[in-house]
């Protein structure tokens, strides 16, 4: 292997200008095609899609989880009401204005039309809005002495100053039907405790309105609203100092909490990568004394992420964001190739004996990496899929490059064998004689075989999100208003054609209704009291026809008739409330529900080419979660969300097939060493420490009360590589025949460096605000500080043990 990279140093050693051009082609060639590469954003692409959650998939790829930013306008000490509605008034103005386009709906306010508009809605389509309960109070308004009683009423009305708008209903509906109907569409608002005032919902007790904002994108995508969050921010400073000592707002949503997440992170990165490129820098600038290394030592790096990309765009069609953005911190495993490279050429070597020293070991680990890696396919999840084609392409061709790259480049410089650095004499250092240390490391691993099991999976994501101040107190200040951190279950109905999901979702209505009555759910808010099936509106028209006999037609008349004369109306003042009672009333379709402006239909009904779901959001308490679920759960073409709870099950099983896959991982180091070495005792010296440190990383982590996350289990992927790394180059310095010392010292330099390099790239990450990122520093940490301390001290003793003490008894 060694004489094959020689022959291709030689080639290319004589020509320069054609590594140059041939260089600069394949970089153009390679950033081309990655320019193309389409991003998926999804998260949910991190959760393994089985046969047996395949369903769930499609629900949630399909069902729109409406997640709306809720505006609070509060009064304060010396405000009114009116202040209120007039913030109200001049936000809606402005942020129709401004963003636009970032906006699908905004609810909360209600105009007099609108008003009309729902009533006479309703009012045309009444038996579609009546339910049993109605036609019972429907039956007693129909007595003589109701109706007269009414009739009195509906005069007082006309009457009143208010009486202008009141005489159009009253002339239609003097019974007041509609208002029946109307009070079924209760059940899609926000549930008790508001009132409508001034067109706008607020709290009875008048210190609090709301609205509520529908974003025109996910709040995934938190590219896209960081702008629109921005214009919120500003907006809210400008109006609140504009009703100082009168009313203020809080702004609070899952749009607003992913860029805030997003923000933070950026700003994290930006700090510690910061420290880690001032550190770095003055490390191997120092180190190797050359002021071009940086970036010799980055090349292979880049060159192995861009043929990753590459490979990616030829086998899929989108490539997940979220797995290029997790192994761009396992790159960090490609610069120990360079790292060796570098150290064995600042250390003198000639070209053939460079060759003949690096190429094996460096090939072994890249490969033994790489398949762990490719590993990640057997786990049915794209974006681990991605990750795991993307950083075992990255790891070999990274590799590869750099023993062809690095040579024509850095020629080294001499360093006298007098003198040593702090590094150097680090790495001379024999820890394998240190008895404390060893001590330390056997008492370690001792208790980590007992706190081993003692590492939990961390499986509610709300747990790793970063929230702001604002947020938080935003968050508390309208849980009191409306119970935001009670429990919320998403019951949807899902089938292949609108009209099934209808049916379906029409028995959930009813169901819903039922145990709200029966104090089972706190509250629940559902399409069904607007939407319904073409069959459930045919019994409903069926209903009406029943109810409205000839002979009660004919009864209801007469004495709204006679009684109507005694105020003065005319026999024909409720000839359309007469029309009305003959009307042939037809079913809806759903493009004439969604005329009807005043509701969100879309907010609960989603639909693709050949799927349909219809969600009902249900508020409930803990302890009848179980119990509202198990109601729904043999019910046909219906499934209960519930988003912590499904996060928690299927991460679970994202927990076991890692589990799984630690072990294939294993496997698979272990027969490519005896593949390589061809020698039993050579491969144990190696396996042995790379189980060592998965079992004192695991361990330590229990010690210190750490668990693991969707987030920092993949890096246990990268711990795990590292270790392989670290190992690999050990054991071929313990066994390298010739100069065996300073072989062991280099090897050890080069290791010694990566520790560093790797820390500063991802252990700053400690600095981090972000919980997630502070989470993949606290095992990383730990994970590298282990695999050297085993590395360093472990492998000589086993060495010790099982070659040099074989070979003195053959002396």
Not at 122 to 148: H, M, R, W
Not at 152 to 160: A, P
Not at 320 to 344: C, E, M, N, P, R
Not at 402 to 431: C, D, M, N, R, W
Request: proline share 2%.
């Amino acid at each position: 292997m060694g004489s094959f990279f020689l022959k291709i140093y030689r080639f290319f050693k004589a020509r320069l200008f054609l590594f140059g051009v041939v260089g600069v082609l394949l970089f153009a060639g390679l950033v081309f095609i990655a320019s193309k590469i389409v991003f998926e954003e999804d998260i949910s692409k991190l959760i393994p899609t089985t046969s047996e959650n395949e369903q769930l998939q499609k629900v949630l790829n399909t069902a729109n989880f409406s997640d709306k930013i809720i505006v609070n306008i509060s009064k304060e000490d010396n405000g009114f009401t009116e202040a209120l509605t007039q913030y109200a008034t001049i936000f809606l103005d402005s942020i129709s204005r401004t963003a636009a386009n970032y906006i699908k709906d905004i609810q909360g306010q209600v105009d007099e039309d609108t008003a009309l508009e729902t009533l006479d809605f309703v009012y045309t389509n009444l038996p579609l809005f009546l339910s049993e309960g109605d036609y019972q109070l429907l039956e007693q308004k129909l007595a003589p002495d109701s109706i007269q009683k009414i009739t009195k009423n509906n005069y007082n009305t006309i009457v009143s100053p208010t009486g202008i708008i009141a005489k159009k209903i009253i002339s239609k509906d003097p019974l007041g039907v509609s208002l029946l109907g109307v009070q079924q569409l209760k059940k899609i608002g926000i549930g008790n405790g508001f009132k409508l005032q001034d067109g706008f919902l607020i709290t009875e007790d008048e210190q609090n309105l709301l609205l509520f904002i529908s974003p025109s994108v996910e709040s995934s995508e938190s590219s896209k609203n960081e702008k629109f969050s921005e214009t919120l921010y500003n907006l809210q400073s400008q109006l609140n100092s504009q009703f100082k000592d009168e009313a203020s707002s809080q702004l609070y949503g899952g749009t607003l909490i992913a860029v805030a997440n997003a923000q933070q992170i950026k700003k994290d990165i930006q700090l510690t990568l910061g420290i880690a490129l001032v550190v770095l820098l003055v490390l191997f600038i120092g180190f190797y004394r050359n002021l071009l290394l940086p970036v010799i030592l980055c090349v292979p790096t880049l060159f192995g992420a861009l043929v990753a990309i590459a490979v990616l765009y030829v086998i899929r069609d989108d490539i997940s964001a979220i797995s290029l953005g997790i192994g761009s911190v396992l790159l960090g495993v490609t610069l120990d190739y360079s790292l060796h490279i570098l150290t064995h050429i600042r250390n003198g070597e000639s070209i053939e004996s460079l060759f003949t020293a690096i190429t094996k070991p460096i090939l072994m680990s890249s490969l033994t990496t790489a398949l762990a890696f490719l590993c990640l396919l057997f786990i049915d999840s794209q974006a681990l899929q991605d990750l795991g084609v993307f950083a075992a392409v990255s790891v070999l061709s990274a590799s590869c490059f750099a023993l062809i790259f690095i040579p024509q480049l850095y020629k080294g410089t001499h360093v006298s064998t007098k003198k040593t650095t702090t590094l150097e004499k680090f790495s001379a250092y024999k820890f394998h004689s240190n008895k404390w240390i060893i001590g330390g490391l056997t008492l370690a691993i001792l208790i980590s075989v007992f706190t081993y099991q003692k590492v939990v999976f961390t499986k509610d994501l709300s747990q790793l999100n970063y929230q702001t101040s604002k947020l938080k107190q935003a968050e508390a200040d309208l849980d009191k208003l409306i119970n935001t951190s009670s429990k919320s279950l998403y019951v949807t109905t899902y089938s292949d054609t609108l009209e099934a999901a209808l049916q379906a979702n029409d028995l959930v209505f009813k169901q819903l209704d039922s145990l709200q009555s029966s104090n089972s759910i706190l509250s629940y808010n559902s399409i069904g009291a607007l939407v319904h099936s073409k069959e459930l509106q045919h019994r409903k028209i069926k209903r009406w026809d029943t109810f409205w006999t000839l002979e009660r037609k004919i009864r209801v008349k007469e004495n709204l008739i006679d009684n109507g004369a005694t105020f003065g109306f005319k026999p024909t003042t409720h000839d359309e409330f007469y029309r009305l009672l003959e009307t042939n009333f037809q079913p809806m379709t759903l493009s004439e529900y969604k005329e009807l402006d005043a509701f969100a239909i879309d907010d609960f009904i989603s639909s693709t080419s050949d799927f349909t779901t219809i969600t009902s959001v249900v508020k409930v308490s803990e302890e009848n979660i179980e119990a509202v679920k198990k109601v729904f759960n043999d019910k046909e073409n219906v499934l209960v969300i519930d988003r912590v709870a499904m996060n928690e099950s299927l991460l679970g099983n994202l927990k076991e097939d890692f589990n799984a896959l630690i072990f294939y991982c294993f496997g698979i180091v272990v027969l490519l060493l005896l593949f390589f070495y061809r020698n039993s005792k050579h491969t144990l010296i190696t396996i042995i420490p790379i189980a060592l440190t998965w079992l004192l990383t695991v361990g330590l982590m229990g010690v210190l009360s750490l668990e693991f996350n969707i987030f920092n289990v993949i890096v246990t992927t990268f711990i795990f590589g590292l270790g392989v790394d670290y190992s690999i180059f050990m054991t071929n310095g313990l066994i390298h025949k010739e100069n065996p010392t300073q072989t062991l010292k280099i090897h050890k330099t080069s290791i010694l460096l990566s520790v560093i390099t790797t820390l500063c790239g991802v252990g700053v990450l400690l600095f981090a605000k972000h919980p997630a990122l502070q989470s993949v520093a606290a095992v990383s940490i730990i994970g590298i500080f282990t695999a050297m301390l085993i590395t360093f001290t472990i492998q000589p003793l086993l060495y010790h043990f099982l070659i040099f003490k074989g070979l003195n008894k053959e002396e």
